[in-house]
């Protein structure tokens, strides 16, 4: 763990950004640098989530502009609780949530995984398929899931 990296993925919620305390105290616990990642997943239908564009790739563009923007905020957030000597690193990924956080896991490294629970019970947990659940089984790393 003391040479690898600790993986957060954010999906830009209050509930990750509370992740992200989390993986920043074990980032400075372990002497290690943080990846800060964020998932951008593929429209479903011909949604166009109130811009205008002329194509899918467009939208695309769109999308990861947004994501690139807010991931900057998420990195100066803990660039400022982390020690001069570690890093933060990000990166904008495209298509299965899951799997592109498993992916991201293996090729980078990575020594932990710190993810926000969003704690769906009940119907709303069959119908909305935890993604951290799933990370957390299916990873080859240990996860911390936060609530």
């Known amino acids: 763990m003391r040479t690898r990296q600790i993986l957060c993925p954010t999906d830009f919620s209050e509930t990750a950004s509370h992740a992200l305390t989390y993986a920043v105290d074990m980032a400075k616990l372990y002497g290690v640098d943080l990846r800060v990642v964020?998932?951008?997943?593929?429209?479903?239908?011909a949604h166009n989530y109130g811009i205008t564009v002329e194509s899918n790739e467009e939208l695309e563009?769109?999308?990861?502009?947004?994501?690139?923007?807010?991931?900057?905020e998420v990195v100066r957030q803990a660039q400022a609780?982390?020690?001069?000597?570690?890093?933060?690193?990000?990166?904008?990924r495209s298509?299965?949530?899951?799997?592109?956080?498993?992916?991201?896991s293996e090729q980078n490294d990575v020594g932990m995984i710190v993810i926000a629970s969003h704690?769906?019970?009940?119907?709303?947990h069959l119908l909305n398929p935890s993604v951290a659940e799933e990370l957390a089984n299916k990873a080859k790393c240990p996860v911390m899931v936060v609530k």
């Open 38 to 45: 964020h998932v951008v997943s593929e429209p479903y239908g």
């Open 61 to 72: 563009q769109h999308l990861h502009a947004y994501a690139n923007g807010k991931l900057a």
């Open 81 to 92: 609780l982390m020690p001069v000597q570690l890093s933060v690193k990000s990166e904008v």
């Open 95 to 104: 298509g299965a949530v899951l799997g592109q956080l498993l992916l991201d």
């Open 119 to 124: 704690g769906h019970t009940g119907l709303s």
